[in-house]
């Protein structure tokens, strides 16, 4: 490998450029090469084709995470509803065991009053 932005020739050695026939590969301090045009050819096609691969995963990616999210929104809305109807439910018994009560009471306290008259 070479550093400092030079290229590695096809003899092996490093340099700022590369013979005829060749291109310059790479980009950075380290890493640089000198390839053939026909071998750069290669290379380009297969860098487009992994491109074309990660940016079909990453768009299924984000399209999982989208229905992943409403599907729990969905769901959160559901347990929302069905909350609000089991307190529906409790309060509607409240009420009735109140109204009971009160008509216990007032059985009650009218039996007394007929009694004691």
Same mark, same amino acid.
């Given at each position: 490998?070479?550093?400092?932005?030079?290229?590695?020739?096809?003899?092996?050695?490093?340099?700022?450029?590369?013979?005829?026939?060749?291109?310059?590969?790479?980009?950075?301090?380290?890493?640089?090469?000198?390839?053939?045009?026909?071998?750069?050819? *290669?290379?380009?096609? &297969?860098?487009?084709? %992994?491109?074309? +691969? /990660?940016?079909?995963?990453?768009? $299924?990616? !984000?399209?999982?995470?989208?229905?992943?999210?409403?599907?729990?929104?969905?769901?959160?809305?559901?347990?929302?509803?069905?909350?609000?109807?089991?307190?529906?439910?409790? *309060?509607?018994?409240? &009420?009735?065991?109140? %109204?009971?009560? +009160? /008509?216990?009471?007032?059985?009650? $306290?009218? !039996?007394?009053?007929?009694?004691?008259?």
């Amino acid at each position: 490998k070479c550093k400092n932005a030079q290229y590695l020739q096809p003899s092996g050695t490093c340099a700022a450029t590369c013979p005829s026939g060749f291109v310059m590969a790479g980009s950075g301090n380290f890493g640089r090469a000198c390839v053939s045009e026909r071998n750069r050819r *290669a290379i380009a096609e &297969v860098e487009d084709a %992994s491109s074309d +691969v /990660a940016e079909g995963y990453e768009t $299924s990616s !984000a399209t999982q995470q989208v229905e992943a999210t409403e599907s729990a929104s969905t769901g959160l809305v559901g347990l929302a509803v069905g909350v609000v109807a089991i307190a529906l439910v409790a *309060a509607v018994v409240i &009420v009735k065991r109140k %109204s009971a009560v +009160v /008509a216990q009471t007032s059985a009650s $306290s009218t !039996a007394l009053l007929v009694d004691t008259a």
